[in-house]
């Protein structure tokens, strides 16, 4: 029996950083309407008014709409700069 040396390489698939791209929002928030995305923004209308604080104009916020870059729901952005970035883009 010839041994053939057919070893694979195990190519180890590197796990590339997994951005967390529309990712379920926290039970915090109770999202009873998401409105369609403007590119990497969307918005959302939450079930009652919550207070998070804005990633952009770094103000604490008590709305029913929030907004997310990305998916990213650690970084809320509020209502005024949501239109405010959309309108630039
Ligand atoms: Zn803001």
Sequence with gaps: MA?????RVNDHVSSGSSSGQGAAPPA?????KVYPSRGPMT???LA??????????QRQKTAKLVATRNGQWDA?????CYGFIISRE
Excluded at 3 to 7: G, H, K, R, V
Excluded at 28 to 32: I, P
């Design 48 to 57: 009652s008014a919550t207070t998070f604080t804005c990633s952009r104009c």
């Design 28 to 32: 915090l928030f109770e999202v009873v």
């Design 76 to 80: 809320l952005l509020c209502n005024g």
């Design 43 to 45: 918005q959302y209308r």
């Design 3 to 7: 041994s053939a040396d057919s070893s």
